[in-house]
């Protein structure tokens, strides 16, 4: 039997959150509703892209980061656009791009430099990125006219097909003073040229006031977390948005016991009880992705009954109380997040991190089901 943990991805869960951002736009918006590109990178946040081409099926195209997923997203049946978000890396890349009609972000002199060497044949659609102040990849303001005009050489010599504008927010999650900033360059820098624009990713989407902000006829947003129905907000959760997990991680206990006061947990001792305390074990630990780093405290469900992780994390196991499950025994299920525990953004948020981290690093050990 193999070993009880188990990361279940939930199909229709993903095509509600996907309906939630779509609907959000369209009711907060005057004219056409941007287009939506589903950010599928990371192997779509750990859900796997069997079910991300599935439960995105009414997306308008999907954006990742690695060649090898964007045709793999093509053997699926995938037949919409499909955009790399760091773009192509060498030339051998267009050739692949081309034949599989995968389009690409440009941010540097080397990828045009790479596209204007290149033979062909066919073309790529494209987006010029600015670096607006994020600070990562894209054409400074100086020179992002002339990458532009650049682009659209190439698009004139056929080696491009559409050509669009780009850029990335920094803060949308908690500060629109930067984010409108931010928006203001590119407003600036992009006025009066062609084609589509997209700007705007989970945080932005959910702020509607930020995407009715963007001048521009024909934009497409890119939500990421919040199709996996976790929050792009510290603090503020899920559900309150609408967005339904669309991963559960779940786990068994596999053994419990009773502690005496004054008992330690653990690797150094890090929980110490200060009653006579039943303790069960659960089988998941950081080698399997969770977050070594989460405190005494973190929630989990036992037998539906939420509880509380105690002590520290170690590499197979995590201990949980079972003072509040006082029938629970060996092999009964955790919910460790998802359907029926806490959410993803609880285990971040009490380990300090983002859900993001959480849902893309859990490791090739645990095993997967599509429901």
């Known amino acids: 039997m193999p070993r009880p943990i188990l990361a279940t991805t939930h199909v229709q869960a993903l095509a509600h959150n996907l309906r939630v951002v779509t609907h959000r736009m369209a ?3 005057s004219g056409v509703p941007p287009r ?3 950010v599928i990178k990371a192997n779509a946040y750990g859900h796997g892209l069997d079910a991300a081409v599935r439960g995105f099926a009414a997306a308008d195209g999907l954006a990742l980061l690695d060649i090898q997923e964007a045709v793999r997203c093509r053997e699926l049946g995938w037949q919409k656009p499909i955009l790399l978000l760091e773009g192509f890396f060498k030339p051998a890349d267009l050739d692949v791009m081309a034949r599989h009609r995968v389009g690409t972000v440009v941010h540097s002199q080397a990828q045009l430099a790479m596209l204007a060497a290149w033979p062909g044949p ?3 659609d494209a987006h010029v990125m600015l670096n607006s102040g994020m600070h990562r990849l894209g054409f400074q303001p100086g020179e992002y006219r002339r990458a532009f005009d650049d682009a659209l050489a190439l698009q004139r010599a056929g080696k491009l097909g559409m050509v669009g504008k780009m850029t ?3 803060r949308a999650d908690d500060d629109l003073a930067v984010t409108r900033t931010q928006l203001d360059c590119f ?3 992009v006025q009066g040229l062609p084609g ?3 700007v705007c990713n989970s945080a932005a989407v959910m702020d509607a006031g930020l995407v009715a902000a963007v001048d521009a006829d024909d934009q497409w947003v890119r939500p990421g977390i919040c199709l996996y129905g976790a929050s792009p907000y510290v603090g503020r959760d899920a559900e309150s948005l609408g967005l339904r997990p669309a991963m559960t991680l779940s786990a068994e206990l596999i053994s419990t016991h009773v502690l005496p006061a004054g008992e330690a947990i653990g690797y150094g001792h890090a929980y ?3 009653h006579d305390m039943r303790v069960g074990i659960v089988s998941c630990g950081y080698a399997d992705g969770y977050p070594r780093h989460a405190i005494t405290g973190t929630p989990v469900t036992v037998a539906g009954v939420r509880t509380r992780l105690v002590g520290r994390v170690s590499m197979d196991m995590l201990s949980v109380d079972l003072d509040p499950v006082p029938r629970a025994v060996i092999g009964d299920p955790v919910v460790l997040w998802g359907a029926g525990g ?3 953004d609880e285990v971040a948020w009490a380990s300090s991190t983002i859900a993001n981290e959480l849902l893309a690093g859990l490791t090739h050990r645990v095993t997967r089901a599509i429901q």
Request: glycine content about 4%; aromatic content about 8%.
């Open 196 to 198: 589509p624009v997209s």
């Open 122 to 124: 066919g073309r790529v």
């Open 272 to 274: 110490r009880t200060d």
């Open 342 to 344: 806490p959410s993803v």
């Open 27 to 29: 009711t907060e918006m």
């Open 36 to 38: 939506t590109w589903a």
């Open 187 to 189: 407003h600036r820098i």
């Open 168 to 170: 990335h927010f920094a």
